[in-house]
């Protein structure tokens, strides 16, 4: 079974991966815009292409039984039509709500056995903290008080490698979250925690917030405060999919951040 892996030099595309060779994939076809670049293992087998190029498809495409779809909003419909003409049996896309669902609709409508995984908000977006705590005790953010249940990126990749390499998952909408609800000052108090510091978190105006985030996403920030905005009211039920679909549970948060601490010093 040929099994291809889009944006496979992404962040998540590169754990699947990485997974699936783990889960025994002897076949493994990884599409990439700079396979030198890449440095992808041995045995899997380089395309260069991207999603977004659909001319560098039909070639990635051809003898695949089974893929991952990164998440490309501006070509899925070339890119579904194209998978299901070269005879792709089954798609693993990454969605998710609001903005991704086309995705997934796209993905549905082309005829072609699907597995949908839907993320919320990454446990890595907590990145967007990086440099006010490599500089103060002091962290500022509007929203401290939001929760959600982030979902580790390592964690999706975990579960669409399980998808691609078992079967009794088509038609499947697997919602994966972490495994636990936590606030963005519970986040920033166990980065801390992992750094060995006692972190205080400042509320912070909408106006404030924005010009913090600029520094590291410049006219994005506005559009970040607000969707966060729109969140707050909103704390969605940490799921079990991870755990159901692969036999380990979901990352929690302090674990992401004793792992990944050297980010924040
Ligand atoms: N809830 C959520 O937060 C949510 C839900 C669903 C999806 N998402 C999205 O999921 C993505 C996950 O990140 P990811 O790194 O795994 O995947 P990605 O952003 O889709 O990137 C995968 C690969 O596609 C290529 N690529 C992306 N943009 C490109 C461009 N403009 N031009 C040329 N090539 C481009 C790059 O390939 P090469 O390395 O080969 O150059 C990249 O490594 C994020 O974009 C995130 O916004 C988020």
């Known amino acids: 079974m040929k099994i291809l892996v889009t944006g496979a030099t992404g962040n998540i ?6 997974h699936l060779l783990a889960g025994g994939a002897e076949d493994v076809r990884a599409l990439t815009n700079n396979p030198a670049r890449a440095a992808l293992p041995a045995e899997v087998e380089v395309a260069e292409g991207y999603l ?8 990635a495409f051809d003898g695949v039984d089974r893929m991952y779809l990164a998440p490309l909003l501006d070509t899925i419909d070339e890119v579904v039509a194209l998978a299901k003409a070269a005879g ?3 798609i693993v896309d990454l969605s ?3 903005h991704w669902t086309p995705i997934a609709q796209a993905v549905e409508n082309s005829g072609v056995e699907w597995t949908h995984l839907s993320a919320g908000e990454f446990t890595e977006n907590a990145s967007v903290w990086t440099d006010q705590i490599k500089e103060s005790d002091e962290i500022r953010d509007p929203y401290p008080e ?3 249940a982030p979902t580790n990126m390592d964690d999706i990749a975990r579960v669409a490698a399980k998808v691609l390499l078992s079967d009794g998952h088509v038609g499947k909408n697997y919602e994966l979250t972490g495994p636990e609800l936590v606030t963005r000052a519970d986040k920033i108090r166990l980065i801390g925690a992992a750094l060995g510091r006692d972190l205080n978190v400042v509320k912070v105006s909408r106006e404030e917030g924005i010009r913090v985030f600029s520094r590291g996403m410049d006219e994005s920030a506005e ?5 966060l905005a729109g969140m707050v009211d909103y704390a969605p ?5 991870v755990a159901d679909v692969t036999g380990v549970p979901a990352i929690p948060f302090a674990q992401w951040a004793i792992a990944n601490a050297d980010l924040f010093r």
């Open 13 to 18: 595309g590169r754990k699947v991966v990485d």
């Open 52 to 59: 977004g190029r659909v001319s560098s498809l039909p070639a």
């Open 88 to 90: 792709v049996r089954q």
């Open 96 to 98: 998710g709500e609001a």
């Open 146 to 148: 939001l929760a959600n």
């Open 223 to 227: 559009w970040y405060v607000d969707a």
């Open 237 to 241: 039920e940490p799921t079990t999919t």
